[in-house]
């Protein structure tokens, strides 16, 4: 039998991004003697989209000593340190995979930082693929993210399957486009008012998972 195929996106979706980042703001603002209110500007600087440039733009703005290497690297192994992956979440992920499901991510992102915390919180041993966009300069929503995630785990998107995120363009218009069903991680959020619902709509990643094991069970039941 077919193993069916389901992609989850990483940060704030199997991963707790914003609480981190808000964590690592206040330590890094303290560690540098800057003011409080910058604060609020590294952690939108992080939070919009992490790389080294990123950092690039900090060190002169604030006049750094350390190279934009340096910080990227400390950034990178400070965050790893300091995320996790709900237990529970972990072991939905075996489960998964124990019921016959291909499991993988896909992520947008610096390779650098993504794999770190797929490694430190035990996801990279979970999962059958993993596949980050700067390895290939294909961001999510476009299709050819989706086609790569896929590929990483064994399989191609004609096959169908599913996409889990929290982020209604980049995982659940993206993953709509590239023929898979979707799963919203709402994440105590309104939907959009005027964007194409997802097929499901839960409110953490172990909800999702508990959603594909029962899909997969009664699949199991109604063609045997």
Same mark, same amino acid.
């Given at each position: 039998m077919r193993r069916p195929l389901v992609l989850f996106d990483l940060d704030n979706t199997l991963l707790d991004r914003r609480g981190t980042l808000a964590d690592w703001a206040t330590e890094f603002t303290a560690r540098h003697g800057l003011e409080h209110e910058e604060q609020t500007l @590294?952690? &939108?600087m992080v939070a919009e989209r992490a790389y080294p440039s990123t950092f690039d733009t900090i060190r002169a703005r604030y006049r750094l000593p350390m190279s934009t290497a340096e910080l990227w690297g400390a950034y990178c192994t400070e965050i790893a340190t300091m995320v996790s992956c709900p *237990?529970? @979440?972990l072991d939905g992920l075996d489960e998964l995979r124990a019921a016959g499901w291909r499991v993988g991510v896909a992520t947008n992102g610096a390779m650098d930082i993504q794999h770190a915390k797929l490694r430190a919180t035990g996801i990279s041993e979970r999962v059958d693929g993993v596949f980050v966009s700067e390895e290939a300069d294909a961001r999510k929503p476009q299709t050819r993210h989706f086609a790569l995630a896929a590929a990483?785990? &064994?399989t191609v998107l004609y096959d169908g399957g599913w996409m889990v995120g929290d982020n209604p363009v980049n995982d659940? &218009?993206?993953g709509r486009c590239a023929g898979l069903r979707?799963?919203?991680i709402k994440n105590d959020r309104p939907w959009p008012p005027?964007? *194409?619902g997802p097929d499901h709509t839960v409110p953490h990643a172990r909800a999702a998972i508990d959603l594909l094991l029962l899909h997969s069970a009664d699949h199991t039941r109604t063609t045997t």
């Open positions: @590294v952690l &939108g *237990p529970e @979440v990483r785990c &064994g659940i &218009g993206g979707t799963i919203w005027d964007d *194409p």
